[in-house]
């Protein structure tokens, strides 16, 4: 067989094996996040910028570790704790950052962003934001933990908290848990949304659903979790009233999932488009001294009750039947009959292509056989010739060429 053959049978073989190979992977591995059968799941909540993990086994009746990134200062007096000692600051005049020296990289693209996401949330807000913030950027989330007010600690799954009465956020460069994505920016933002909410309504009291909404929303968080949870208890009928929002924060994880992708969603609902404008008015009217219920109901025309059946009315419009098309479930076995498909086309392609080369190969094998019996067949006929047949007649003078003449037999006519 020629090499070349066997070239292009080898690549063929390794491909199939190849494509054989993804998919016993992709079938059969396991994902590396799943936890030991003997180990208690800890359960992750998520908010904004802050993630926690709640024991499994904790009692019913214990306090729920719900997310708590913004702590309610009203009623407490604190005050602000002193800069962290040995720290460089920078001051931007509206802020100041204050770090450690060996990680003046780490801290360049918030000092960048920060004038940038002053504008932004100025222009959702209807207001100047922001007036004076402080940032306290740590290193790891145990030495954030020693720069919070001593009066008001803060819940030790957070990555990022602000304390807007005092005009204070602090950051940890490090995630609290190794495996977390921890976007450094993006909780920057999330920490300043409450900050500017706060200065916004000078301090009024909003909901909480309302202040975790806005911050996540202002922040640019996406989260296809948070998306798939409201799809979720929309088809089943499990979302939250929001009165139940604004007490506390359920136990569950699957519920506090629920609980921020709606209140989310229900910020997004009054800033869609053509309401910017009914938004703006709502903040005006809580910066005056306006209840939310009545600043509500002066902007919108609906109060709360009216608010959540609306919403629950668009959602159930958005969400109801690409729940079910997007659920984990149904994605992974499309994904799984995609390749299948894929994997059976390419396959009959390969079959396609290997009777091709079959068909070339056997003609190919027919004109070797042909031009073989050929080369054995071939008879080789040599005429004798005289002496004067090989002798070449003469050639004709240049004065002869004038009149045609031919040549025959040895001798050379004129043509009359």
Do not use: C
């Not at 079938?27 to 996040?33: E, G, L, V």
């Not at 214990?62 to 962290?84: F, I």
């Not at 950027?137 to 602000?162: C, D, I, K, L």
């Not at 450094?184 to 933002?189: A, G, I, M, N, T």
């Amino acid at each position: 067989m020629q090499p070349w053959r066997v070239a292009r049978r080898a690549l063929l073989a390794f491909r199939r094996f190849g494509l054989a190979l993804f998919l016993f992977t992709f079938a059969f591995a396991t994902p590396s996040s799943a936890a030991p059968e003997h180990e208690a799941p800890a359960k992750v909540l998520s908010a904004g910028g802050t993630t926690a993990r709640v024991d499994a086994d904790a009692p019913a009746d214990s306090e729920p570790a719900t997310p708590g990134d913004a702590p309610r200062l009203a009623g407490r007096r604190v005050s602000m704790p002193p800069p962290p000692p040995g720290f460089n600051v920078f001051d931007g005049g509206w802020i100041r950052f204050y770090y450690h020296p060996s990680v003046r990289e780490r801290i360049q693209p918030l000092i960048e962003e920060s004038t940038v996401i002053r504008n932004e949330l100025s222009e959702r807000l209807g207001f100047p934001a922001l007036s004076g913030v402080r940032v306290d950027v740590a290193r790891t989330p145990g030495e954030m933990a020693t720069f919070a007010p001593s009066e008001a600690p803060f819940p030790e799954y957070a990555s990022g908290v602000a304390y807007s009465d005092l005009g204070l956020v602090l950051l940890t460069l490090a995630p609290v848990h190794p495996n977390d994505n921890h976007d450094l920016v993006q909780v920057f933002r999330h920490e300043l949304a409450h900050v500017a909410l706060h200065e916004a309504v000078r301090g009024a009291h909003v909901p909480r659903w309302f202040n975790e909404g806005f911050a996540v929303l202002a922040s640019g968080e996406t989260s296809f979790d948070r998306l798939q949870a409201l799809w979720t208890a929309t088809v089943a009928g499990t979302l939250l009233p929001l009165s139940r929002i604004e007490r506390q924060f359920p136990r569950q994880e699957s519920r506090v999932s629920v609980a921020y992708a709606q209140a989310v969603d229900v910020v997004r609902f009054l800033v869609r488009d053509r309401e910017q404008h009914r938004f703006h008015a709502l903040i005006e009217r809580l910066r005056t001294g306006n209840e939310f219920p009545a600043a509500l109901l002066g902007s919108y025309g609906i109060d709360l009750q009216e608010l959540e059946r609306e919403w629950r009315e668009d959602v159930a419009k958005r969400y109801t039947f690409w729940p079910v098309l997007f659920s984990g479930s149904v994605i992974w076995t499309g994904i799984l009959g995609l390749f299948v498909l894929g994997w059976r086309k390419r396959r009959a392609r390969m079959r396609a292509t290997l009777a091709r080369w079959a068909r070339e190969e056997a003609r190919e094998d027919q004109m070797r056989q042909r031009f073989a019996r050929a080369q054995g067949e071939r008879v080789h006929i040599v005429l004798a010739r005289s002496p004067q047949d090989n002798a070449l007649p003469p050639a004709p003078t240049p004065s002869e060429t004038e009149v045609p003449r031919v040549h025959h037999d040895g001798q050379w006519y004129t043509l009359h």
